[in-house]
């Protein structure tokens, strides 16, 4: 499975352009995509603002709670010429909003989707820590995935090795950093299981000048340095059909910039697919190691409290009663010893080993 885990998606996105760009990633083979929204302090602080605008466009990604096979769904508005239904997203905050392939909402679940899985994404801008890092779990319930971007030495560091932060760093590569990247923070980032993402669309996007594509060449080179090609993920952030490329090019565009063909590959599948694993078990288990299947009802917790409780109760009273016998009975025989403690026979008994050196004994 291929994964673009950055197109881009604002309020203003043309509900027409977005299903575009959707198809056409699924023509090019990407099976999972992710719907990039980027937030910039200062963060809502009213309890009832949506930290999450993004619509749901298709069933949830079945490593999520809640997720399955395809379900095919339908919407409101449809067109004359196209049997097949086009997307109504709103511009208001906490829509939710499906995408179907067919008119009728009787079609079969297991018709192939035109559509790939799509993921609602939210990548924060980090400039100083400590203003940011006590929201991102906010962030974290409310999207499906999280990334963070620094703009400072500081917040590169952190994001590198502060076991609060995201496990997806996403540089503007772009623009010039202003900082080193070192080789020690970024391997220590990689050996905690972090990745870094590598948006081949900032060098591509129409609007990219000489020095933009200077400066993304530039800082690829330099993170292709400090980690050694380990632990990147490629993604896309293309805003139109336009701005997506094949995988098959973005190999080669990436073995041309010093990431091996190889590593790529992986970049595109593998790497992204830990990245969306991860964020999956964070949500549907319990500190990433039990997964949350289903509740106990109040009936069975009282019921497992009672045996509980029941079984422990015979336990001690087990223990009491071994401690008593051994009181009375005197524990057991030592080794030597002719009697046995306890015994009917006050003289004890007398093995055949015994006896016969007994015998021997006499008649020597």
């Given at each position: 499975?291929?994964?673009?885990?950055?197109?881009?998606?604002?309020?203003?996105t043309?509900?027409?352009?977005?299903?575009?760009?959707?198809?056409?990633?699924?023509?090019?083979?990407?099976?999972?995509?992710?719907?990039?929204?980027?937030?910039?302090?200062?963060?809502?602080?009213?309890?009832?603002?949506?930290l999450n605008?993004?619509?749901?466009?298709?069933?949830?990604?079945?490593?999520?709670?809640?997720?399955?096979?395809?379900?095919?769904?339908?919407?409101?508005?449809?067109?004359?010429?196209?049997?097949?239904?086009?997307?109504?997203?709103s511009?208001?905050?906490?829509?939710?909003?499906?995408?179907?392939?067919?008119?009728?909402?009787?079609?079969p679940?297991?018709?192939?989707?035109?559509?790939?899985?799509?993921?609602?994404?939210?990548?924060?801008i980090?400039?100083?820590?400590?203003?940011?890092?006590?929201?991102?779990?906010?962030?974290?319930?409310?999207?499906?995935?999280?990334?963070?971007?620094?703009?400072?030495?500081?917040?590169?560091?952190?994001?590198?090795?502060?076991?609060?932060?995201?496990?997806?760093?996403?540089?503007?590569?772009?623009?010039?950093?202003g900082?080193?990247?070192?080789?020690?923070t970024?391997?220590?980032?990689?050996?905690?299981?972090?990745?870094?993402?590598?948006?081949?669309?900032?060098?591509?996007?129409?609007?990219?000048?000489?020095r933009?594509?200077?400066?993304?060449?530039?800082?690829?080179?330099?993170?292709?340095?400090?980690?050694?090609?380990?632990?990147?993920?490629?993604?896309?952030?293309?805003?139109?059909?336009?701005g997506?490329?094949?995988?098959?090019?973005?190999?080669?565009?990436?073995?041309?910039?010093?990431?091996?063909?190889?590593?790529?590959?992986?970049?595109?599948?593998?790497?992204?697919?830990?990245?969306?694993?991860?964020?999956?078990?964070?949500?549907?288990?319990?500190?990433?190691?039990?997964?949350?299947v289903?509740?106990?009802?109040?009936?069975?917790?009282?019921?497992?409290?009672?045996?509980?409780?029941?079984?422990?109760?015979?336990?001690q009273?087990g223990?009491?009663?071994?401690?008593?016998?051994?009181?009375?009975?005197?524990?057991?025989?030592?080794?030597g010893e002719?009697?046995?403690?306890?015994?009917?026979?006050?003289q004890?008994?007398?093995?055949?080993?015994?006896?016969?050196?007994?015998?021997?004994?006499?008649?020597?």
């Open positions: 499975m291929l994964y673009d885990l950055n197109i881009a998606w604002s309020h203003t043309p509900p027409a352009e977005l299903e575009r760009t959707l198809k056409f990633a699924k023509n090019l083979g990407y099976d999972v995509v992710a719907l990039n929204n980027i937030v910039a302090y200062p963060f809502p602080t009213s309890p009832n603002a949506v605008p993004i619509p749901k466009l298709t069933p949830p990604h079945p490593q999520y709670p809640g997720g399955g096979g395809v379900i095919a769904t339908t919407s409101t508005i449809t067109t004359a010429t196209n049997p097949q239904l086009i997307p109504t997203t511009t208001k905050p906490g829509t939710t909003t499906t995408l179907s392939t067919t008119a009728s909402s009787a079609a679940t297991s018709h192939r989707s035109p559509l790939p899985t799509v993921l609602r994404r939210a990548t924060v980090v400039a100083d820590p400590a203003t940011t890092n006590y929201r991102l779990p906010d962030f974290a319930r409310s999207y499906d995935l999280l990334a963070v971007r620094p703009t400072n030495d500081k917040a590169f560091a952190w994001c590198c090795l502060s076991t609060d932060a995201p496990c997806l760093v996403s540089l503007d590569l772009s623009s010039f950093l900082w080193h990247i070192h080789h020690r970024a391997m220590a980032a990689v050996h905690r299981g972090v990745r870094f993402e590598i948006c081949y669309g900032q060098a591509l996007a129409a609007g990219s000048d000489a933009m594509r200077a400066n993304f060449i530039g800082n690829v080179l330099g993170l292709l340095r400090a980690t050694k090609g380990r632990g990147i993920v490629v993604s896309s952030e293309a805003r139109a059909p336009l997506l490329r094949a995988p098959a090019d973005v190999v080669n565009l990436m073995a041309v910039w010093g990431l091996g063909p190889e590593r790529g590959a992986e970049a595109m599948g593998a790497g992204a697919r830990l990245v969306v694993m991860n964020e999956g078990l964070k949500r549907r288990g319990f500190r990433g190691v039990v997964a949350i289903k509740a106990a009802e109040k009936g069975e917790g009282e019921e497992g409290e009672k045996g509980e409780d029941k079984g422990q109760k015979q336990k009273q223990k009491k009663g071994a401690a008593g016998a051994a009181a009375q009975g005197g524990g057991k025989r030592k080794k002719a009697g046995g403690g306890g015994g009917d026979n006050p004890g008994t007398v093995s055949k080993r015994q006896a016969k050196k007994l015998k021997q004994d006499a008649q020597a």
